[in-house]
């Protein structure tokens, strides 16, 4: 039986022979019995990275290579090389794509990522702008706020890592990269490696798993035994010691294996996201290597660097991607519009500076002539004003710090404007007769990426946590090779990457989820785009909601304003190892 995939090999009585030498048999054939070490159901980002984890034997003295066998299934065809995909003219970048950190760039390797550079496909961005539309505050993030990180051996050198000794250079804080050429980039790499098969157009219709009864015995579980259809007529039976699901939010393997509660909530929020050209004719400075974020009364509006490597130092167009958070009934406003409304409307919500905080007092004291409502209004207006002063006290000459920068205009919106739901949701456990279930990992079977957690996209998290969740799992993965012991056979590998993917994983989804429930709690200042009327709060409401985006202003100020507290947060960001830990 031929799979018919590439640099895929099969089994006969004699051996291993290529696909070439096989005769390709009819889906009435019986299928022909494969087993790996892995398999990863879903070829995409997070199933593709995990696979060059896996086969990446750097670590490895004389240049040996672990006796590792994987399969990679993916349901869609094999993706176009990466040369394949910048040769086409006339190309713009795509909406979807991923902010990754400096950590979850070096998990590509240092090939995938020299790739993805010179090839134009990396937003490489080292500043980060983020402001308030009810509020003067602002959070300045700069590469330079990593260089102790750098130093001290906590966060991967990636200039290092790809052999740049270019000292003048900033430390990046991340690079936007779209998916289509993150996955083709490294599918050209694992095309190289003969212990991986690379299977597409695969379709799992079965999966048996070994019961939890199974562990902890002397003999090890069986292993988890699928049955595929490929192209539609071919019958493919396989096993594994380990079964990984990389196959996304909706997960046919999380959902058919039937051992993994999930905690789930909708936001109440979509997400706008399409590419931009940006105006350059008026003297712009274009991104400059910066994301900018600033946050309305329904959601933040974020305008991230693509393809500026190479854009920014030249006569052609430059492009940024658009990601724009709101309610649902706005969103689809936003995805009514014409082009031409859509940069608009964006332009007017965006390129604006920040504010002054709306009053604090309830609208029965502000309108109120006696003693006490004069002296809480003294106070309103004092408190205001320290804000105010606090956020220009940060300010600096530093080319690279603490003032505020106008985003550019956009001038027209390239390819189609998208929209999904936003979900939080994350991977649970459960009690069964006294015993512990759930969470990431059954019997067998591991889940990572958005298999495992969805959330908000503000922070940018969602793809560096499953660029998480596969290296601390390719780890254990060889570690237990590497001792030769049967990783999905034992309870001793699972369960350590269960606990800290848990705690990790709760970690990150509970943050971005807290920063979403802070910010959505605007004043008085309008910011609505289809009915400006419908967030301007009245009475007790207003004060309150007022209230905690003074709070919030303040709070941003003093982050902004203390250095160690500043840096801190941005090497959790970039996903440093805390000091003290490394």
Not at 480 to 496: E, H, K, N, Q
Request: charged content about 20%; hydrophobic content about 35%; aromatic content about 6%.
């Amino acid at each position: 039986m031929a799979f018919n995939v590439l640099k895929t090999r099969v089994a006969n009585d004699f051996g291993w022979l290529p696909c070439s030498s096989i005769a390709r048999f009819g889906s009435s054939t019986p299928a022909r019995h494969e087993h790996y070490n892995v398999i990863i159901a879903g070829g995409g980002a997070v199933g593709s990275v995990l696979a060059r984890l896996l086969l990446d034997d750097g670590l490895i003295k004389n240049n040996r290579r672990r006796p590792m066998k994987i399969a990679l299934l993916e349901q869609r065809s094999s993706p176009p090389s990466l040369d394949a995909i910048t040769s086409k003219s006339n190309t713009y970048p795509n909406p979807r794509a991923y902010a990754l950190s400096p950590t979850s760039l070096s998990y590509l390797g240092p090939s995938v990522l020299q790739r993805l550079i010179t090839s134009n496909r990396c937003g490489i961005y080292d500043s980060m702008q983020i402001w308030e539309h009810d509020g003067p505050a602002q959070l300045h993030f700069v590469g330079d706020d990593l260089e102790d990180a750098i130093n001290d051996g906590r966060l991967v050198n990636l200039k290092k890592l790809m052999g740049n000794s270019d000292t003048k250079t900033k430390p990046w804080l991340g690079a936007v990269v779209e998916d289509s050429p993150l996955v083709s980039a490294v599918w050209d790499e694992l095309k190289n490696d003969d212990r991986i098969d690379l299977l597409d157009n695969i379709q799992i219709t079965s999966i048996e798993t070994p019961s939890y009864s199974h562990m902890g015995k002397i003999e090890p579980p069986p292993h988890v035994q699928i049955k595929c259809i490929r192209n539609n007529e071919q019958e493919v039976a396989l096993s594994t010691d380990l079964l990984v699901a990389a196959d996304g939010a909706n997960s046919f393997v999380r959902k058919t294996v039937c051992s993994f509660p999930m905690v789930s909530r909708s936001y109440g929020r979509k997400a706008v996201t399409c590419t931009v050209e940006l105006d350059t004719s008026r003297g712009s400075w274009g991104m400059g290597q910066t994301a900018f974020q600033r946050f309305l009364p329904y959601g933040p509006i974020a305008l991230l660097p693509v393809w500026n490597s190479v854009n920014d130092e030249t006569n052609g167009p430059t492009y940024a991607n658009v990601v724009w958070s709101t309610t649902p009934s706005e969103a689809n406003h936003l995805l009514s519009l014409s082009s031409a409304e859509f940069v608009n409307t964006l332009n007017q919500h965006l390129c604006q500076g920040p504010n002054v905080n709306p009053s604090i007092l309830p609208d029965y004291i502000s309108n109120n002539p006696s003693v006490f409502a004069r002296v809480a209004k003294e106070m309103d207006s004092l408190l205001r004003t320290t804000n105010a002063a606090f956020t220009m006290g940060t300010w600096t000459e530093s080319p690279s710090r603490n003032y505020f920068r106008v985003p550019p205009r956009s001038k027209g919106v390239v390819g189609p404007i998208m929209g999904f739901d936003l979900t939080l949701s994350h991977v649970s456990h459960s009690s069964v007769n006294g015993s512990r279930r759930g969470g990431y990992t059954s019997p067998r079977v591991a889940l990572v990426g958005d298999a495992a957690h969805t959330m908000h996209p503000m922070a940018g998290q969602g793809l560096n946590l499953g660029m998480s969740d596969v290296n601390t799992l390719s780890s254990l993965v060889k570690e237990a090779i590497d001792s030769g012991m049967d990783v999905g056979g034992t309870d001793l590998f699972l369960d350590r990457y269960n606990d800290d993917r848990m705690l990790k994983g709760w970690g990150v989804v509970s943050g971005v989820h807290g920063l979403h429930e802070v910010f959505r709690q605007s004043g008085k200042v309008p910011g609505s785009v289809t009915d400006v009327e419908s967030n301007i709060q009245s009475g007790s409401v207003g004060g309150i909601q007022s209230l905690i985006g003074y709070s919030r202003s303040m709070g941003m100020n003093i982050v902004n304003g203390i250095g160690p507290v500043r840096k801190a947060l941005t090497e959790i960001a970039a996903g440093a190892v805390p000091r003290g830990i490394a």
